[in-house]
């Protein structure tokens, strides 16, 4: 095993183990919610690395080197410019905030009443004629709680890109159906484990859990084993002792 | 008395499964019929539910990815492998050659599996028993293989994040070859039952169909697509594990109808038995494992990476905030987006074509319910 893997692991393994017991509350770990600020942010990395060294006091050589080893915790992203992004700036102007690549992926961040305009110009304007996926992240701690993920494909151009808003909670996005109809479950989807509402959808309903289910699965403060007891007790007849 | 009863309604609801061996699973249909004509279709999706993407978030990238052999349980080995690279495009890093020929290996016999499956069930679906005694004498001989590899058949859990676990098993390479050669002929068998059977043609040609455009508004992707006549595959489009290094064809078809979809399954089954021929001559030697360390912790950050699985495009979405543990956890099910054509493909219908259309777009419910 190589030396710089060293420091990483050791680091990795007490913190680790603190994260397992996530299982049984809800995630409000500080180190699962911390990059959540970060990332809207892009700032204060420290204040997420410091547990690190402190779990582990004995091994003070490995101790010392690992403020350089660490990856800060934001996303290291390299600005995207391409022509797309110049006709997009031009045309949306200040509506899209980021332009951004990491891992070669490119993405970019629009305020949240522009994306069906950017994604019905992104297909009649640039061919991104296939709607891959659409989904949501959740960040308790930010402000705007969610992040909506958009990905789309352009089978003439052989490119994937991804455009990401960030809404507030009870803010309800207008569905892509028109442009796209793909969108119709997946919208369903996001609405059944995040609580999304999307305007003016065709069918806004559940879609995997029943109708009658109680909260959102996906979001962070829904914790794994707290089911919804009275749907399960009503329907099913069991008690499930949780 | 009132003065119309459901007698004197012209639409008629009809519920198709869950429990209905037609469906593939517990997948429900609400068909709204015109007499035999279908007015309408409903999908009642969920049963099979269990929250793939919430324990995804409860768990260590590793722990994780046994779990992903559950939703296509009979693509696992696909799974796996979409998976493992998610999981390396995080960490910047790639699986070893030897490692990514391995796994070109058992993807593609394993989509072998999974079409014959299909083309087994499809089959009795329509009324022809026979095929599913074949396709599941040539599919045992494929679990074989898993099972000698990695000692599980269908939930497999073949690679890890980073490589492999497992060597090569000694004779694995010429275990594979006597399956190839023996296999061709066979699907010409299957040919000769089936592609100029009349009662199979007149059951499938132009029932169900789904044009280039409509697959692409609709998000359908797979055989599905190819057999709209749009020559897509991201094996070739962009290609992973090394699939650029390997000479295959995409099998298309013009009309997007059912018939069609089985012409394009059987020909990939022959373009897998392709490339699993010349992946096994040139296994280059060196580790199958990258070093990745035994922790797998990504770097913060995102990354969307997909590939072709038997059914489509099967992705994944991972958010990672620096931790063991994914932040968020999507998987793209082709099935689940494939099946939403469902509508669009049996309006104006007969109840009988539902059963064909069902089969043909290949759904596996565990993979849509995730």
Same mark, same amino acid.
């Given at each position: 095993m190589a030396d710089e893997n060293q420091p990483d692991q050791t680091a990795g393994a007490p913190e680790g183990d603190a994260q397992q017991p996530k299982t049984t509350p809800p995630a409000e770990t500080p180190p699962a919610a911390a990059p959540a600020t970060p990332a809207a942010e892009g700032a204060k990395p420290p204040a997420v690395k410091k547990p690190a060294p402190a779990a582990k006091p004995a091994a003070a050589a490995h101790g010392e080197k690992k403020p350089a080893a660490k990856k800060p915790a934001v996303m290291e992203t390299t600005p995207w410019e391409s022509d797309l992004t110049k006709l997009l700036a031009e045309r949306f102007g200040g509506a899209i905030t980021e332009f951004s690549s990491y891992v070669g992926q490119n993405f970019l961040v629009a305020a949240p009443d522009s994306v069906v305009a950017i994604v019905e110009f992104l297909r009649?304007?640039? /061919?991104?004629d296939y709607l891959v996926d659409v989904t949501a992240v959740d960040y308790p701690q930010r402000p705007e709680r969610? /992040?909506?993920v958009y990905v789309l494909y352009s089978f003439a151009r052989n490119e994937r890109i991804r455009v990401k808003t960030r809404i507030k909670e009870d803010y309800a996005p207008h569905t892509v159906t028109g442009v796209h109809p793909t969108a119709n479950w997946l919208e369903r989807e996001v609405y059944d484990m995040f609580g999304i509402r999307f305007a003016e959808h065709p069918d806004m309903k559940r879609i995997l859990l029943p109708d009658e289910w109680e909260g959102y699965p996906l979001r962070k403060d829904y914790s794994i084993i707290n089911m919804d007891n009275r749907w399960v007790k009503d329907n099913l007849g069991i008690d499930s002792g949780q | 008395m009132?003065?119309?009863?459901? &007698?004197d309604a012209n639409e008629l609801v009809l519920n198709m499964g869950p429990q209905h061996p037609s469906t593939h699973g517990v997948l429900r249909v609400i068909l709204k019929l015109d007499g035999e004509k279908i007015r309408g279709t409903e999908c009642v999706i969920g049963y099979l539910h269990r929250g793939v993407e919430k324990i995804g978030e409860n768990r260590t990238y590793q722990m994780f990815a046994p779990y992903v052999d559950r939703m296509d349980y009979v693509a696992a080995v696909s799974n796996g492998l979409g998976y493992c690279l998610a999981v390396e495009k995080l960490l910047n890093t790639e699986a070893p050659p030897r490692a990514q020929v391995v796994r070109v290996i058992l993807t593609e016999l394993n989509r072998i599996a999974s079409h014959? &499956?299909?083309l087994g069930t499809h089959a009795l679906d329509i009324g022809a028993i026979t095929p599913l005694f074949y396709v599941m004498r040539e599919r045992e001989e494929i679990l074989n293989i898993f099972e000698a590899y990695c000692g599980a058949r269908l939930t497999t859990h073949a690679f890890r994040c980073g490589g492999l676990q497992y060597?090569? @098993?000694?004779? +694995? %390479?010429q275990q594979a070859k006597r399956f190839c050669k023996a296999f061709l002929p066979r699907v010409d068998e299957y040919e000769e039952l089936l592609s100029e059977n009349r009662i199979w043609k007149e059951r499938l040609i132009n029932v169900g169909i789904l044009t280039g455009d409509e697959c692409k508004q609709y998000g359908v992707t797979g055989p599905v697509l190819r057999a709209a006549g749009v020559k897509w595959d991201i094996r070739k489009a962009l290609p992973y594990s090394g699939y650029e290094k390997y000479d295959f064809e995409i099998p298309t078809r013009q009309n997007g109808?059912? @018939?069609d979809r089985y012409m394009v399954r059987i020909q990939e089954m022959r373009q897998s038995v392709r490339i699993v021929e010349q992946a096994v001559e040139d296994i280059p030697s060196g580790p199958i494992m990258a070093k990745v360390g035994k922790i797998v912790k990504p770097p913060v950050g995102e990354a969307y990476v997909s590939i072709e699985a038997p059914k489509? %495009? &099967?992705g994944y979405f991972i958010v990672s905030d620096g931790s063991t543990q994914p932040y968020r956890l999507r998987v793209r099910p082709p099935s689940f987006i494939n099946l939403q054509a469902l509508e669009? +493909?049996?309006?104006g219908a007969l109840v009988a074509d539902v059963v064909a259309i069902i089969g043909t777009i290949d759904i596996v419910l565990g993979e849509i319910d995730r």
């Open positions: 009649e304007e640039a /061919d991104f969610f /992040d909506v | 009132p003065e119309t009863t459901f &007698l014959l &499956l299909w060597e090569v @098993y000694d004779g +694995m %390479e109808d059912t @018939y489509g %495009e &099967l669009r +493909m049996s309006r």
